[in-house]
């Protein structure tokens, strides 16, 4: 017969057991993940951005990741536009906390979501820094909601977007084949690889009328990059010229959903399973999340 001692000696050594199973059955070290930012831009305007990062997100999103686009397009309301979706609240309601940062997080189509930037910025600027880490401290949740960040900026070479650019943990250039464009984009290549010449930036071609054409156009672009600036571009693939674009833009939907055989939904897939990729080929560098990005957005924009 056991005493009672010895009975909750072996009830003690069961729960034991159990904990012990159950520890076990979690990974042995939970790592801590946050969402990777990439930001897409280019030298010159109208050259796809918007198209690309709403497609982009689709794609991604259907290939299983969590996807949110940062609109800071500002002033022009592109997202919304070309999605036919109306944001009820923008990123200056959490910038000025009368909202929280689900409250502005907008349904896209196919599982995204987006949010609009507003007139975010300038207000950001206009913060103290108790006010902004409380912001930054907001906005952190994303880290837990998304895997991916897809910020979507305005053309060209101004200060606001070039912070944006060195704030991200990776960088999607667009250039179509024309001339004027791959200069513009070259431009900003160098202005990039001033200030750091291990930013990860990847290259997409726009509206290229052949395949041969868009890797004429990335083999040269990567070659002068790494020749003249020391800057390694990494060639994340090409969209042809496809009027299915410009058709899904008028009926405002993305092509990614009413012409998802047309040859630049194709493409665009290819380019989706391309950027997942990498990072299980452990090529991709340490993703800083949301909360990164704002604080060195926040410091970039005030220096
Ligand atoms: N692959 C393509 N094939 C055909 N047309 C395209 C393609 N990509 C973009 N376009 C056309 O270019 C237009 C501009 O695209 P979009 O608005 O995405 O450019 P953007 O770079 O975001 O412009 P902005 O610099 O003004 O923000 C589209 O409305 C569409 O008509
Ligand atoms: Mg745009």
Do not use: C, W
């Not at 997100?57 to 299983?64: D, K, P, R, W």
């Not at 290259?203 to 868009?214: G, H, K, P, Q, S």
Request: proline share 3%.
């Amino acid at each position: 017969m056991m005493d009672q001692a010895e009975k909750l000696r072996q009830v003690i050594e069961e729960l034991k057991q159990k904990q012990l199973g159950n520890r076990m059955a979690l990974p042995a070290i939970v790592p801590k993940r946050s969402a990777r930012v990439i930001t897409v831009t280019s030298g010159k305007g109208g050259v796809g951005k918007t198209n690309i990062t709403i497609n982009l997100a689709i794609a991604l999103s259907e290939q299983g990741n969590r996807v949110v686009i940062l609109d800071a397009d500002f002033g022009l309301a592109n997202i919304d536009v070309l999605f036919g979706i109306v944001p009820q609240h923008t990123l200056l309601d959490v910038i000025k906390n009368r909202k929280n940062i689900l409250e502005i997080l907008t349904d896209g189509p196919s599982n995204t979501r987006f949010i609009s930037g507003g007139s975010g910025v300038e207000e950001l600027l206009k913060l103290d820094r108790h006010q902004i880490a409380r912001f930054i401290e907001n906005m952190a949740l994303l880290d837990k909601l998304a895997d991916i960040i897809i910020v979507d900026t305005g053309a060209g070479l101004s200060d606001s977007v070039m912070s944006f650019i060195m704030a991200a943990d990776e960088v999607l250039l667009v250039t179509t084949p024309e001339p004027t464009s791959i200069t513009d984009a070259y431009a900003l290549i160098k202005m990039v690889s001033n200030r750091d010449k291990t930013k990860s930036i990847r290259l997409v071609v726009n509206r290229a009328e052949t395949t041969t054409e868009a890797n004429d156009v990335l083999n040269k672009l990567v070659l002068v990059a790494d020749r003249f600036l020391g800057l390694k571009l990494e060639p994340a693939g090409y969209i042809l010229n496809d009027e299915a674009v410009a058709r899904a833009v008028k009926q405002q939907q993305p092509f990614m959903l009413i012409y998802p055989k047309s040859y630049a939904a194709r493409n665009i897939r290819e380019i989706s399973a391309k950027l997942v990729n990498k990072e299980d080929d452990g090529k991709t560098q340490q993703n800083y999340g949301i909360r990164g990005f704002l604080n060195r957005l926040v410091s970039f924009m005030r220096t």
